[in-house]
């Protein structure tokens, strides 16, 4: 028995070494998407209009008339506490890269068709997380930030049709691990692993559509959901007693179907003003952890709610000409999913309420921590178009999150005081792009 107790710890800790600690949740899906709507408070399904469109709006594509390449980088810290101490959360850094290109076909689809993807790869990471059991406590909305994303769409601009409209779709795309690890006693007492993994990819696809009318703008875009899961076997060969296949089985990259609807008006020429509503359906996110063997205990539903976000943008553009600056700034309202730490019915194998000796329902601690947040963005953007008609363009963006302070209804473990949650992020990022091709 003492072997058997020995080679599970074993199994279990060269499982979770073995397995990338991932995030919960995409970088634009927590900051947003392209330099531009960073700047603006998360906005954009109604104006974007270049790559940043794949994931703000993938209709927007169709407006763009010339082709595009930026490179980017971005990052971010965490200053997060729960009662006054500091919560380790690690930085955010990525590098983006977006393209788009007219497609050039003549007739009845010239000008028509645009396609657009947008990459964001976080520094030295394919996929990253903690695997940590609900009743530790886990920032699971905001440490969604460590992978990698891709993002491909298609604009169609039916101007012709219906003056000012334009209809796009979109895949989004990331990593799922699945593999295995098997453990053998071969003669000698000499314990072998060997250990196989997979990345496999993810699907997300969405629509979306752009309307002008006159000086006013409409967007309305649909994410699906994307999951990010691994699901790693670890099989116990060569002892003496059977022990059952152990399974590592999480969704470390969850985000939710998001509805953004976007009005945007432009009152002169040179400024922009939009105001967007985002709904997020986090009550189908599962949880993180699942269960280990086919009868060990299910986890607690996390019980996340539905939000909307409300989000403000503002630009205005100086000078003309070859050369245009542009000066950038928003704010929006994150809504949390989670309730608050709380103790929830413990689910047995089937997911059916456990009962106690006595007959009584029995709960477990649920450590989901997650606050409000309100995000301050500035940033601002120059433009300048050379005499060969090549455009340089360089694009800033900063943002202030304040996470609200947070009173949950358990204390942390061993402690009387009830658990006080806070703190800040600060991100920020810069993009170079060269733009050719199109109208003057």
């Known amino acids: 028995m003492r072997a058997s107790s020995l080679l599970v710890g074993l199994c279990t800790a060269v499982a979770l070494l073995s397995t990338p600690t991932v995030g ?43 082709t595009a390449l930026g490179l980017g980088v971005q990052g971010g810290v965490f200053r ?16 983006t890269i977006g393209f788009q290109l007219p497609l050039p076909f003549g007739g009845p689809l010239e000008d028509v068709l645009t396609m657009g993807t947008m990459i964001i790869a976080p520094l030295q990471t394919v996929l990253q997380t903690d695997i940590i059991y609900p009743e530790i406590p886990q920032w699971s909305v905001l440490s969604r930030t460590q992978s990698v994303h891709l993002h491909l769409g298609l604009g169609i601009n039916l101007d012709r049709l219906v003056p000012g409209l334009r209809i796009g779709a979109g895949v989004a795309a990331t990593a799922n691990i699945d593999g295995r690890l098997t453990v053998k006693l071969e003669p000698g007492d000499q314990f072998v692993s060997e250990t196989e993994t ?36 670890i099989n116990v060969e060569g002892l003496p007693i059977a022990l059952p296949r152990i399974t590592i089985t999480a969704v470390p990259q969850y985000d939710p179907h998001t509805i953004s609807l976007e009005g945007a008006w432009r009152p002169n020429r040179r400024m922009l003003i939009a105001l967007q509503l985002a709904y997020r359906r986090w009550s189908q996110w599962p949880g993180v952890v699942g269960k280990t063997t086919s009868s060990s205990n299910t986890p607690p539903d996390p019980d996340f709610s539905d939000t909307i976000s409300p989000r403000l943008g503002f630009e205005y ?46 709960t477990t601690p649920v450590r989901y921590i997650d606050n409000h947040r309100h995000i301050l963005s500035v940033g601002g953007g120059f433009r300048h178009r050379t005499a060969v008609g090549l455009g340089i363009n360089l694009d800033l963006f900063g943002q202030l999150h304040r996470v609200a302070t947070r009173e949950h209804d358990i204390p942390l473990e061993g402690e009387t005081d009830p658990l006080i949650s806070g703190g800040w992020i600060l991100v920020g990022g810069a993009t170079l792009g060269v733009e050719w091709g199109g109208e003057e």
């Open 24 to 66: 919960r949740a995409s970088p634009p899906d927590v900051f947003g998407g392209g330099a531009r709507s960073q700047a603006m408070g998360l906005t954009g399904a109604s104006f974007s209009d270049n790559y940043e469109a794949v994931w703000n709006n993938p209709a927007g594509l169709g407006r763009a008339r010339s």
């Open 80 to 95: 997060l506490t729960l009662n006054g101490e500091r919560s380790a959360l690690d930085p955010y850094q990525a590098t």
């Open 198 to 233: 997979q990345l496999l990819t993810a699907f997300s696809p969405g629509v979306g559509a752009q309307l002008d009318v006159g000086d006013f703008q409409f967007g309305l875009a649909w994410r699906s959901e994307l999951i990010s899961e691994i699901d790693l076997g």
């Open 317 to 362: 553009r100086v000078g003309g000409g070859a050369t245009e600056g542009t000066i950038r700034a928003g704010y929006s309202f994150e809504m949390t999913p989670a309730p608050a730490s709380r103790l929830a019915p413990a689910l047995d194998s089937e997911g059916n309420q456990r009962m106690g000796d006595d007959g009584s329902p029995l």
